[in-house]
C-alpha cells in the first residue's frame, strides 16, 4: 500500500514540475515564433539533401578508379 502512496506522490511532482516548466518557458517567449524552428529544420534538411548526391558520385568514381 505504501508503494501505491510513492507513486502517486512522484506522478503528482512530476505533474507539477512539468506545469512549472511550461509556465516558466511561456513567460520568456520562448514559444513565440515556433516557425522559426520548423524552417532551420526543413533547409538543414534540403542542404543533406543536396549535398548527398555529390558525395555518392565521389565514391562511385573513386571505386571506379581502383
Known amino acids: 500500500m505504501e508503494f501505491t502512496w510513492i507513486a502517486i506522490i512522484a506522478s503528482l511532482c512530476m505533474g507539477i514540475g512539468a506545469a512549472l516548466v511550461f509556465v516558466y518557458a511561456a513567460k520568456k517567449n ?3 515564433n515556433l516557425e522559426d524552428a520548423k524552417y532551420q529544420v526543413f533547409w538543414s ?4 539533401f543536396k549535398d548527398s ?3 555518392e558520385k565521389k565514391d ?4 571506379a578508379q581502383t
Open 30 to 32: 520562448y514559444f513565440h
Open 45 to 48: 534538411d534540403v542542404e543533406e
Open 53 to 55: 548526391p555529390q558525395e
Open 60 to 63: 562511385v568514381e573513386e571505386k
